[in-house]
């Protein structure tokens, strides 16, 4: 007999920055993604969209958000198809209109990471299907639903815990920001003062936070940024795309997570990482591997959060 939940609904047709999922849209998606987790490691099928087919168009390499999505779609009943840039070139072979309507009249949704993120609202605009940002150079709102149900994991609850970010103010802390402040938790980032988040999405963060109850902060003060934090969170600091911007690495270097910045943090602070991880970067190995169980239940919380996007917005 199923025991299955109901998906929640979202009021978005679309999933794309997490800007403008409610709080009681991101709880919901939390306690789904929770649920299907456990039905998963119960055995047990969960397989809504049956007869469905999504396209999932990426522009950039992925180990994680094209698994986790490959097999999510799997266990939920649906057929991935996998396009590369050679087969769509997005906005090159015609125009992201066109795709957009082709696309709709076969599939009944499209997953897209690519770098600009007006070309995912723009298809966005012009698709009939819900489409999925599977990561852009301004945002990426999957991973931040699997890392709020690692961190939910681990300490129960948002309000008055602390999450800081250390490293480059870009798509990681934008996604970070929101997500933070949508479900109550306060967020410092940590950046070099020429790395900073896009003012725009610090204030939307904090328009947010200011219902929610949340702290918003991004400072260059290091050991400030830390102080008493529950998740320290760090991403690589050359993103994807900007691989000739070799003279990062200095600015960067008082960045990184290491044993004498978790010194700062709460005694009981998890790590994430979103993954790939750069040791020696902008985290050691020693505490990679002392919080590699966490990271890696981070990485698996991909899978189910997703599962728990796809299958909200197949119900909306
Ligand atoms: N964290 C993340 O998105 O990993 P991939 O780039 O491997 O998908
Ligand atoms: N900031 C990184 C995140 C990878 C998941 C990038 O854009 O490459």
Known sequence: MSTTA??????SKHFLTLGDVSQEELM?????????KDLRKRGEVYAPLQGKSVAMYFEKPSNRTRVSFEVGLNDLGAHPIFLRKEEINLGVRETIADTARTLSRYVDSIIIRTFDQGEVEEL???ATVPVINA????YHPCQIVADLL???E???DFKGKKLCYLGDGNNMAHSLLLGCATVGMSISIGCPPDYIPLPKIVEKAKAIAKETGA???VTDRITHAVEGAHAVYTDVWVSMGQESTSSKYDVFQDYQVNKEIMGKADPNAIVLHCLPAHRGEEICGNVF????????DQAENRLHGQKAVLAALFKS
């Open 6 to 11: 109901s998906a929640p609904t979202l009021k």
């Open 135 to 138: 990561l852009t150079d301004q």
């Open 28 to 36: 919901g998606l939390l306690s789904f993604a929770a649920h299907l």
């Open 150 to 152: 690692t961190f939910k």
């Open 215 to 217: 702290e918003i902060e």
């Open 154 to 156: 681990k300490f129960g």
């Open 124 to 126: 966005a605009h012009y």
């Open 289 to 296: 591997e002392e919080h590699a169980e966490t990271i890696f």
